[in-house]
Protein backbone atom coordinates (compact mmCIF):
# COMPACT_ATOMS: atom_id res chain seq x y z
CA UNK A 1 0.00 0.00 0.00
CA UNK A 2 1.15 3.63 -1.04
CA UNK A 3 -0.33 5.06 1.91
CA UNK A 4 -1.49 8.50 1.56
CA UNK A 5 -0.29 10.42 -1.31
CA UNK A 6 -0.56 13.78 -1.48
CA UNK A 7 0.40 16.06 -4.90
CA UNK A 8 2.20 18.35 -5.60
CA UNK A 9 5.02 18.32 -2.69
CA UNK A 10 6.04 22.23 -3.49
CA UNK A 11 4.16 24.82 -5.29
CA UNK A 12 4.59 28.83 -5.28
CA UNK A 13 1.28 30.69 -6.37
CA UNK A 14 0.68 34.69 -7.21
CA UNK A 15 -1.92 36.22 -5.09
CA UNK A 16 -5.25 35.83 -6.78
CA UNK A 17 -4.50 32.39 -8.53
CA UNK A 18 -6.39 29.17 -8.08
CA UNK A 19 -5.07 25.34 -7.85
CA UNK A 20 -5.98 22.31 -6.07
CA UNK A 21 -4.37 20.19 -4.02
CA UNK A 22 -4.40 16.74 -4.41
CA UNK A 23 -4.77 13.50 -1.91
CA UNK A 24 -5.33 10.16 -2.78
CA UNK A 25 -5.37 6.82 -0.46
CA UNK A 26 -5.45 3.21 -1.15
CA UNK A 27 -6.68 1.83 2.06
CA UNK A 28 -10.07 1.74 1.97
CA UNK A 29 -10.85 4.57 4.55
CA UNK A 30 -13.88 6.19 4.86
CA UNK A 31 -13.00 9.14 6.82
CA UNK A 32 -10.45 11.68 5.39
CA UNK A 33 -9.29 15.28 6.38
CA UNK A 34 -7.14 18.50 5.38
CA UNK A 35 -5.29 20.10 7.81
CA UNK A 36 -2.81 23.15 7.42
CA UNK A 37 0.20 23.70 9.87
CA UNK A 38 1.49 27.28 9.84
CA UNK A 39 5.09 27.58 11.18
CA UNK A 40 5.57 27.02 15.01
CA UNK A 41 1.73 26.35 15.59
CA UNK A 42 -0.09 23.29 15.68
CA UNK A 43 -2.66 21.90 13.24
CA UNK A 44 -5.58 23.32 12.64
CA UNK A 45 -8.62 21.15 10.56
CA UNK A 46 -10.05 23.06 7.36
CA UNK A 47 -12.33 20.09 6.18
CA UNK A 48 -12.72 16.62 6.89
CA UNK A 49 -15.02 13.99 5.27
CA UNK A 50 -16.66 10.96 6.38
CA UNK A 51 -17.46 8.94 3.18
CA UNK A 52 -17.75 9.38 -0.02
CA UNK A 53 -20.59 12.73 -1.18
CA UNK A 54 -20.51 14.32 2.46
CA UNK A 55 -17.60 16.52 3.55
CA UNK A 56 -18.20 19.01 6.56
CA UNK A 57 -16.74 22.09 7.72
CA UNK A 58 -13.65 22.05 10.37
CA UNK A 59 -12.00 24.98 12.06
CA UNK A 60 -10.82 27.21 9.26
CA UNK A 61 -12.41 26.39 5.96
CA UNK A 62 -12.53 30.06 4.59
CA UNK A 63 -10.64 30.33 0.93
CA UNK A 64 -11.08 26.29 0.27
CA UNK A 65 -13.60 23.98 -0.90
CA UNK A 66 -13.63 20.55 -1.22
CA UNK A 67 -15.15 17.83 -2.75
CA UNK A 68 -15.43 13.44 -2.30
CA UNK A 69 -16.65 11.85 -4.97
CA UNK A 70 -14.52 8.24 -4.65
CA UNK A 71 -13.47 7.06 -1.29
CA UNK A 72 -9.74 7.39 -2.19
CA UNK A 73 -9.73 10.71 -3.32
CA UNK A 74 -10.11 14.02 -1.52
CA UNK A 75 -9.09 17.14 -3.32
CA UNK A 76 -8.63 20.97 -1.96
CA UNK A 77 -9.72 23.53 -3.64
CA UNK A 78 -8.06 26.71 -3.42
CA UNK A 79 -9.93 29.65 -5.35
CA UNK A 80 -8.25 33.14 -4.77
CA UNK A 81 -4.83 32.14 -2.95
CA UNK A 82 -4.00 34.80 -0.25
CA UNK A 83 -0.25 35.22 1.64
CA UNK A 84 -2.58 34.37 4.72
CA UNK A 85 -2.90 30.72 2.58
CA UNK A 86 0.86 30.66 2.83
CA UNK A 87 0.95 27.11 4.87
CA UNK A 88 2.20 23.80 4.51
CA UNK A 89 -1.55 21.31 3.97
CA UNK A 90 -1.30 17.82 5.31
CA UNK A 91 -4.05 15.56 4.35
CA UNK A 92 -5.26 12.66 6.58
CA UNK A 93 -7.07 9.18 6.50
CA UNK A 94 -9.14 6.93 9.42
CA UNK A 95 -10.79 3.68 8.82
CA UNK A 96 -14.00 4.71 11.60
CA UNK A 97 -12.33 8.04 12.62
CA UNK A 98 -10.10 9.25 15.35
CA UNK A 99 -11.45 7.70 18.39
CA UNK A 100 -11.74 4.32 16.98
CA UNK A 101 -8.51 4.35 14.59
CA UNK A 102 -5.77 6.51 14.47
CA UNK A 103 -5.24 8.61 11.57
CA UNK A 104 -2.35 8.10 8.77
CA UNK A 105 -0.71 11.45 7.93
CA UNK A 106 0.31 12.28 4.18
CA UNK A 107 3.99 14.07 3.70
CA UNK A 108 2.13 17.49 3.35
CA UNK A 109 2.45 19.79 0.61
CA UNK A 110 4.24 23.35 1.29
CA UNK A 111 2.44 26.11 -0.51
CA UNK A 112 3.87 29.64 -0.81
CA UNK A 113 1.28 32.75 -1.97
CA UNK A 114 3.23 35.44 -3.07
CA UNK B 1 -14.82 25.91 22.84
CA UNK B 2 -11.63 24.15 23.52
CA UNK B 3 -8.43 25.14 23.92
CA UNK B 4 -4.42 23.65 24.01
CA UNK B 5 -1.99 25.06 25.77
CA UNK B 6 1.78 23.73 25.56
CA UNK B 7 3.80 25.79 27.51
CA UNK B 8 7.25 24.71 26.59
CA UNK B 9 8.33 25.73 22.60
CA UNK B 10 10.99 23.91 23.29
CA UNK B 11 12.92 21.56 25.48
CA UNK B 12 16.52 20.10 25.39
CA UNK B 13 17.45 16.80 26.95
CA UNK B 14 20.44 14.86 27.38
CA UNK B 15 20.20 11.35 26.09
CA UNK B 16 19.18 8.69 28.64
CA UNK B 17 17.82 11.46 30.95
CA UNK B 18 14.01 11.54 31.73
CA UNK B 19 11.69 14.19 29.82
CA UNK B 20 8.20 15.32 30.72
CA UNK B 21 6.07 17.42 27.95
CA UNK B 22 3.29 19.36 29.63
CA UNK B 23 0.02 19.74 27.78
CA UNK B 24 -3.05 21.71 29.73
CA UNK B 25 -6.58 22.18 28.01
CA UNK B 26 -9.66 23.59 28.69
CA UNK B 27 -12.82 22.27 27.71
CA UNK B 28 -16.37 22.83 28.81
CA UNK B 29 -17.80 19.29 27.89
CA UNK B 30 -16.09 15.85 27.77
CA UNK B 31 -12.66 15.67 26.41
CA UNK B 32 -10.50 13.23 24.60
CA UNK B 33 -6.93 13.78 24.38
CA UNK B 34 -4.08 12.73 22.20
CA UNK B 35 -0.38 12.89 21.58
CA UNK B 36 1.06 13.22 18.22
CA UNK B 37 4.65 13.08 17.07
CA UNK B 38 6.29 15.06 14.04
CA UNK B 39 9.78 13.61 12.71
CA UNK B 40 11.35 15.80 10.27
CA UNK B 41 9.74 16.62 6.70
CA UNK B 42 7.00 14.04 7.75
CA UNK B 43 3.54 13.70 8.96
CA UNK B 44 2.37 13.43 12.26
CA UNK B 45 1.72 9.60 13.95
CA UNK B 46 -0.50 8.95 16.45
CA UNK B 47 2.01 8.62 19.83
CA UNK B 48 -1.10 8.11 22.51
CA UNK B 49 -4.93 9.12 23.11
CA UNK B 50 -6.99 8.93 26.22
CA UNK B 51 -10.96 8.22 25.41
CA UNK B 52 -11.76 6.48 28.81
CA UNK B 53 -11.21 4.19 31.41
CA UNK B 54 -7.60 3.88 32.72
CA UNK B 55 -5.88 7.79 33.24
CA UNK B 56 -2.91 6.28 32.66
CA UNK B 57 -1.99 5.68 29.04
CA UNK B 58 0.91 4.48 27.21
CA UNK B 59 2.85 3.98 23.65
CA UNK B 60 5.01 1.06 22.21
CA UNK B 61 7.95 3.32 22.29
CA UNK B 62 8.09 3.59 26.04
CA UNK B 63 6.31 7.41 26.29
CA UNK B 64 3.05 7.28 29.04
CA UNK B 65 0.96 10.19 29.64
CA UNK B 66 -1.71 10.62 32.22
CA UNK B 67 -5.20 12.30 32.36
CA UNK B 68 -5.87 14.34 35.61
CA UNK B 69 -9.28 16.19 35.08
CA UNK B 70 -8.82 18.06 38.65
CA UNK B 71 -5.49 19.82 37.34
CA UNK B 72 -6.95 19.49 33.63
CA UNK B 73 -3.44 17.87 32.49
CA UNK B 74 -2.23 15.47 29.85
CA UNK B 75 1.49 15.45 30.30
CA UNK B 76 3.45 13.17 28.53
CA UNK B 77 6.56 11.16 29.78
CA UNK B 78 9.87 8.88 29.05
CA UNK B 79 11.93 8.11 31.72
CA UNK B 80 15.09 7.68 29.42
CA UNK B 81 14.92 9.07 25.81
CA UNK B 82 17.06 8.49 22.57
CA UNK B 83 17.73 10.29 20.09
CA UNK B 84 15.26 8.95 17.64
CA UNK B 85 13.04 10.55 19.65
CA UNK B 86 14.10 14.47 18.28
CA UNK B 87 10.90 15.27 17.14
CA UNK B 88 7.89 17.54 17.06
CA UNK B 89 5.20 16.52 19.76
CA UNK B 90 1.52 17.72 19.49
CA UNK B 91 -0.82 17.44 22.27
CA UNK B 92 -4.32 17.42 21.04
CA UNK B 93 -8.30 17.84 22.24
CA UNK B 94 -11.48 16.41 20.81
CA UNK B 95 -14.50 17.78 23.40
CA UNK B 96 -18.19 16.33 22.68
CA UNK B 97 -21.52 17.38 24.99
CA UNK B 98 -23.05 14.01 24.43
CA UNK B 99 -20.56 11.60 25.67
CA UNK B 100 -18.99 10.47 21.94
CA UNK B 101 -16.26 12.48 20.40
CA UNK B 102 -16.19 14.59 17.32
CA UNK B 103 -13.35 14.41 14.34
CA UNK B 104 -12.93 18.11 15.17
CA UNK B 105 -9.28 18.12 16.76
CA UNK B 106 -7.98 21.25 18.46
CA UNK B 107 -3.96 21.01 18.35
CA UNK B 108 -1.32 23.06 20.76
CA UNK B 109 1.75 24.79 19.21
CA UNK B 110 3.94 21.88 19.91
CA UNK B 111 7.23 20.98 21.80
CA UNK B 112 9.88 20.87 20.10
CA UNK B 113 11.97 18.31 22.04
CA UNK B 114 16.08 17.84 21.22
CA UNK B 115 18.14 15.08 22.67
CA UNK B 116 21.39 16.11 23.44
CA UNK B 117 24.07 13.26 23.07
Keep these: NAGVTQTPKFRILKIGQSMTLQCTQDMNHNYMYWYRQDPGMGLKLIYYSVGAGITDKGEVPNGYNVSRSTTEDFPLRLELAAPSQTSVYFCASSPTGLFQETQYFGPGTRLLVL | ?117
Design chain 2, 1 to 117: AQSVTQLDSQVPVFEEAPVELRCNYSSSVSVYLFWYVQYPNQGLQLLLKYLSGSTLVKSINGFEAEFNKSQTSFHLRKPSVHISDTAEYFCAVSGSSTGFGNEKLTFGTGTRLTIIP
